[in-house]
């Protein structure tokens, strides 16, 4: 049996968790699904969907994190499908993109959009799919990785829609970035640290890491990558040793 004291430990932490829930937590995630939902509708104007396609990548950007994280806590149904406002949101956001209506010459400024957007998102949900996970109980080391899930989630699905590669396994630190945010979350829980600062730090460094990465053109190392530019190397020579 569990000690008295144990489990009325438990219990206030467990009551914690719930009032920090419906609190920052909650606006942590909201706030996340509408990045990500301006991501998705982005994503989808850039690929000239139609109203319905453009609403469907938003919509599924912005909860597809969450809705993985929870299924595999076991918190059923997901907060995504008993909240109507992650539905509402989605929706808004998709539809503010789409009647934005941005001009050919405005794409470069659009993939800008994307990617900040995305950042933020990713930012967002590594930290809250973090925090959740321990709050159900996990251990740190799987809390930080399913934290991680909840941030690439909405953006692989995302490309998958549109028929693009995921993000994640090929652009500079995407999921190293969301890790890192989760990481730091968990350093946060395990000292004991308020939570709404470690969800900030742990915020501020995934965001941080991302957009970095992707001014400096920061990257893991790619399969295929010293062979590849020896090839080309041999290329060029042949063709210079051609008449």
């Known amino acids: 049996m569990i000690p008295t004291s144990s489990a009325e430990q438990v219990l206030q932490t467990l009551a914690g968790f719930k009032a920090y829930a419906a609190g920052t937590l ?12 301006l991501s998705g509708a982005a994503a989808g104007v850039k690929h000239r969907l139609d109203l319905f396609g453009v609403l469907v990548v ?5 909860t ?7 299924v595999l806590i076991g918190a059923v149904p997901p907060a995504a499908l008993r909240d109507w406002r992650y539905l509402g949101i989605s929706v808004v956001a998709g539809l503010m993109v789409f ?17 900040t957007f995305d950042a933020a998102g990713l930012a967002l949900f590594a930290v809250s799919g973090t925090q959740t996970a321990l709050g159900y109980g996990l251990n740190p080391v799987m809390a930080a990785l399913l934290g991680m899930l909840t941030g690439i989630g909405g953006g692989m699905l995302r490309d998958v829609l549109v028929s693009d590669i995921p ?10 970035a969301a890790l890192a945010g989760a990481l730091i979350v968990v350093a946060g829980h395990v000292l004991n640290a308020p939570p709404a600062v470690s969800a900030l730090a742990g915020a501020a460094v995934c965001f941080g890491i991302r957009v970095v990465a992707l001014w400096r053109g920061w990257r893991l190392p790619i399969a295929g990558e010293k062979k590849n530019a020896v090839g080309s190397a041999e290329d060029a020579g042949a063709r210079r040793d051609s008449p």
């Open 26 to 37: 909650l606006v942590l995630e909201l706030a996340g699904t509408f990045v990500f939902a």
């Open 58 to 62: 938003s919509c599924a950007t912005a």
């Open 64 to 70: 597809a994190g969450g809705i993985t994280r929870d």
């Open 167 to 176: 993000a994640v396994l090929h652009s500079d630190l995407y999921a190293v």
């Open 99 to 115: 009647l934005s209506r941005p001009r050919p010459e405005r794409h470069q400024r659009l993939r800008n959009l994307i990617l």
